[in-house]
Protein backbone atom coordinates (compact mmCIF):
# COMPACT_ATOMS: atom_id res chain seq x y z
CA UNK A 1 0.00 0.00 0.00
CA UNK A 2 2.77 2.76 0.64
CA UNK A 3 4.28 1.82 -3.00
CA UNK A 4 0.60 2.78 -4.18
CA UNK A 5 0.61 5.60 -2.36
CA UNK A 6 4.11 6.93 -3.44
CA UNK A 7 3.19 6.33 -6.67
CA UNK A 8 0.26 8.76 -6.47
CA UNK A 9 2.02 11.44 -4.95
CA UNK A 10 5.51 11.22 -7.26
CA UNK A 11 2.26 11.61 -10.30
CA UNK A 12 1.03 14.10 -8.84
CA UNK A 13 3.93 16.35 -8.33
CA UNK A 14 4.56 15.32 -12.09
CA UNK A 15 3.26 17.85 -14.95
CA UNK A 16 2.51 16.91 -18.46
CA UNK A 17 1.99 20.95 -19.03
CA UNK A 18 3.31 21.74 -22.34
CA UNK A 19 5.75 24.79 -22.43
CA UNK A 20 7.21 26.93 -25.08
CA UNK A 21 10.32 25.42 -25.35
CA UNK A 22 9.04 21.98 -25.41
CA UNK A 23 6.06 22.69 -28.21
CA UNK A 24 8.91 24.45 -30.14
CA UNK A 25 11.85 21.39 -29.92
CA UNK A 26 8.50 19.42 -31.36
CA UNK A 27 8.80 21.72 -34.43
CA UNK A 28 12.24 21.35 -35.17
CA UNK A 29 13.51 22.00 -37.84
CA UNK A 30 11.16 24.32 -39.32
CA UNK A 31 11.11 23.79 -43.49
CA UNK A 32 12.85 26.65 -44.94
CA UNK A 33 11.03 29.35 -45.59
CA UNK A 34 8.41 28.96 -43.11
CA UNK A 35 7.51 30.92 -39.87
CA UNK A 36 6.60 29.05 -37.12
CA UNK A 37 4.17 31.23 -33.83
CA UNK A 38 2.75 29.82 -31.00
CA UNK A 39 -0.50 31.99 -29.98
CA UNK A 40 -2.21 30.91 -27.30
CA UNK A 41 -1.07 27.48 -27.29
CA UNK A 42 -1.66 27.20 -31.21
CA UNK A 43 0.76 26.27 -33.40
CA UNK A 44 0.82 28.17 -36.65
CA UNK A 45 3.39 27.95 -39.21
CA UNK A 46 2.60 30.17 -42.61
CA UNK A 47 5.34 30.47 -45.57
CA UNK A 48 7.20 33.45 -46.03
CA UNK A 49 6.44 35.53 -49.27
CA UNK A 50 8.27 38.16 -51.28
CA UNK A 51 5.59 40.89 -50.83
CA UNK A 52 5.84 40.14 -46.96
CA UNK A 53 9.71 40.36 -46.66
CA UNK A 54 10.03 43.43 -48.88
CA UNK A 55 7.36 45.52 -46.36
CA UNK A 56 9.71 43.99 -43.50
CA UNK A 57 12.75 45.49 -45.54
CA UNK A 58 11.12 48.95 -45.88
CA UNK A 59 10.40 48.82 -42.08
CA UNK A 60 14.29 47.51 -40.94
CA UNK A 61 16.05 50.36 -43.44
CA UNK A 62 14.29 53.06 -41.93
CA UNK A 63 14.37 51.96 -38.36
CA UNK A 64 18.04 51.95 -38.81
CA UNK A 65 18.19 56.05 -38.93
CA UNK A 66 17.18 55.58 -35.30
CA UNK A 67 18.13 51.71 -33.59
CA UNK A 68 21.38 50.05 -34.14
CA UNK A 69 21.40 46.72 -36.69
CA UNK A 70 21.54 44.90 -32.74
CA UNK A 71 18.74 46.35 -31.08
CA UNK A 72 16.42 44.96 -34.46
CA UNK A 73 15.00 41.70 -35.37
CA UNK A 74 12.89 39.68 -37.56
CA UNK A 75 11.27 36.34 -37.15
CA UNK A 76 13.10 36.12 -33.79
CA UNK A 77 11.20 34.35 -30.81
CA UNK A 78 9.79 36.13 -27.96
CA UNK A 79 8.56 34.69 -25.08
CA UNK A 80 4.85 36.76 -23.81
CA UNK A 81 2.82 37.52 -21.07
CA UNK A 82 -0.51 34.80 -20.95
CA UNK A 83 -1.16 30.93 -22.24
CA UNK A 84 2.13 29.44 -24.30
CA UNK A 85 2.62 32.75 -26.32
CA UNK A 86 6.49 31.98 -28.12
CA UNK A 87 5.69 34.65 -31.19
CA UNK A 88 8.20 36.19 -33.72
CA UNK A 89 7.28 39.35 -35.06
CA UNK A 90 8.27 40.59 -38.44
CA UNK A 91 9.99 43.24 -37.00
CA UNK A 92 11.03 44.06 -33.55
CA UNK A 93 12.90 47.81 -32.14
CA UNK A 94 14.66 47.41 -28.96
CA UNK A 95 16.11 49.05 -26.26
CA UNK A 96 19.59 49.87 -26.12
CA UNK A 97 19.95 48.71 -22.87
CA UNK A 98 18.76 45.42 -23.95
CA UNK A 99 19.99 42.46 -23.05
CA UNK A 100 19.70 38.31 -23.82
CA UNK A 101 17.97 36.13 -21.15
CA UNK A 102 19.41 33.01 -19.25
CA UNK A 103 18.29 31.18 -22.32
CA UNK A 104 19.69 33.38 -24.45
CA UNK A 105 16.70 35.19 -25.68
CA UNK A 106 15.46 38.89 -25.49
CA UNK A 107 13.21 39.99 -23.21
CA UNK A 108 9.72 41.15 -24.43
CA UNK A 109 9.89 44.18 -21.88
CA UNK A 110 12.55 45.43 -23.99
CA UNK A 111 10.44 46.06 -26.80
CA UNK A 112 10.04 49.41 -28.17
CA UNK A 113 8.37 48.61 -31.15
CA UNK A 114 6.89 45.96 -33.03
CA UNK A 115 5.36 45.51 -36.67
CA UNK A 116 3.45 42.65 -38.40
CA UNK A 117 3.07 41.87 -42.22
CA UNK A 118 -0.30 40.70 -42.90
CA UNK A 119 -0.72 36.84 -44.28
CA UNK A 120 -4.03 35.51 -45.16
CA UNK A 121 -4.02 32.41 -43.17
CA UNK A 122 -2.68 34.54 -39.67
CA UNK A 123 -4.20 37.92 -40.26
CA UNK A 124 -6.90 37.33 -37.31
CA UNK A 125 -3.60 36.26 -34.98
CA UNK A 126 -2.17 39.65 -35.98
CA UNK A 127 -5.59 41.87 -35.44
CA UNK A 128 -6.72 39.79 -32.54
CA UNK A 129 -4.63 37.82 -29.69
CA UNK A 130 -1.39 38.99 -30.97
CA UNK A 131 -2.76 42.62 -30.66
CA UNK A 132 -4.01 41.89 -27.18
CA UNK A 133 -0.65 40.02 -26.55
CA UNK A 134 1.31 43.00 -26.91
CA UNK A 135 -0.60 45.48 -25.52
CA UNK A 136 -0.65 43.48 -22.45
CA UNK A 137 3.21 42.99 -22.25
CA UNK A 138 3.34 47.03 -22.82
CA UNK A 139 4.22 47.41 -26.00
CA UNK A 140 4.53 50.78 -26.81
CA UNK A 141 4.30 51.10 -30.35
CA UNK A 142 2.72 48.52 -32.52
CA UNK A 143 2.04 48.73 -36.42
CA UNK A 144 -0.02 46.76 -38.82
CA UNK A 145 0.79 46.83 -42.62
CA UNK A 146 -1.68 45.17 -44.35
CA UNK A 147 -0.63 44.19 -48.21
CA UNK A 148 -4.13 42.99 -48.92
CA UNK A 149 -6.03 45.81 -48.23
CA UNK A 150 -3.49 49.12 -49.11
CA UNK A 151 -3.70 50.04 -45.38
CA UNK A 152 -1.78 50.19 -42.26
CA UNK A 153 -2.79 50.31 -38.48
CA UNK A 154 -0.54 52.00 -35.48
CA UNK A 155 -1.39 50.93 -32.08
CA UNK A 156 0.05 52.91 -28.67
CA UNK A 157 -0.81 53.50 -25.64
CA UNK A 158 -0.84 50.12 -23.97
CA UNK A 159 -3.37 49.41 -21.10
CA UNK A 160 -4.47 46.17 -19.98
CA UNK A 161 -4.78 43.81 -22.95
CA UNK A 162 -5.61 46.91 -25.25
CA UNK A 163 -4.30 49.77 -27.26
CA UNK A 164 -6.33 53.06 -26.56
CA UNK A 165 -5.18 54.50 -29.49
CA UNK A 166 -5.56 53.30 -32.70
CA UNK A 167 -5.02 55.14 -36.08
CA UNK A 168 -5.81 53.51 -39.55
CA UNK A 169 -4.27 54.87 -43.46
CA UNK A 170 -3.84 53.59 -46.26
CA UNK A 171 -0.45 53.12 -47.46
CA UNK A 172 1.61 56.05 -48.97
CA UNK A 173 0.84 57.85 -46.06
CA UNK A 174 3.79 58.21 -43.39
CA UNK A 175 3.06 57.10 -40.34
CA UNK A 176 4.16 59.60 -37.71
CA UNK A 177 5.96 57.62 -34.95
CA UNK A 178 7.91 61.43 -33.65
CA UNK A 179 6.03 61.36 -30.35
CA UNK A 180 6.46 57.73 -29.39
CA UNK A 181 10.02 55.97 -27.80
CA UNK A 182 10.41 55.45 -31.62
CA UNK A 183 10.97 59.42 -32.50
CA UNK A 184 10.72 59.53 -36.14
CA UNK A 185 8.26 59.01 -39.27
CA UNK A 186 7.80 55.86 -41.59
CA UNK A 187 6.96 55.87 -44.86
CA UNK A 188 4.90 53.58 -46.80
CA UNK A 189 4.86 54.71 -50.00
CA UNK A 190 7.16 51.66 -51.60
CA UNK A 191 4.83 49.12 -49.26
CA UNK A 192 4.25 46.64 -51.79
CA UNK A 193 0.56 45.59 -52.64
CA UNK A 194 -1.34 41.90 -53.30
Given amino acids: MTVVETDRIEMADSSDERTLDMMFEWLEPTPEGFKVEIVEGNI ?17 RQLLSRYGEEQLTSDVRFDFPGRLNGLAPDVVALAEDAAHDAKGRYRYQDIEFVAEVISK ?24 ADPYTGTWHLHTLPKDDEYRSVLSLDFGTP ?7 VG ?11
Avoid: C, E
Avoid at 123 to 136: L, M, R
Avoid at 184 to 194: A, G, K, Q, S
Fill in 184 to 194: LTLRTDTFPRD
Fill in 121 to 144: DTAANDYGPKKATYATAGVPVYVI
Fill in 175 to 181: IDLTDTV
Fill in 44 to 60: YMSPQRDIHWRIILALI
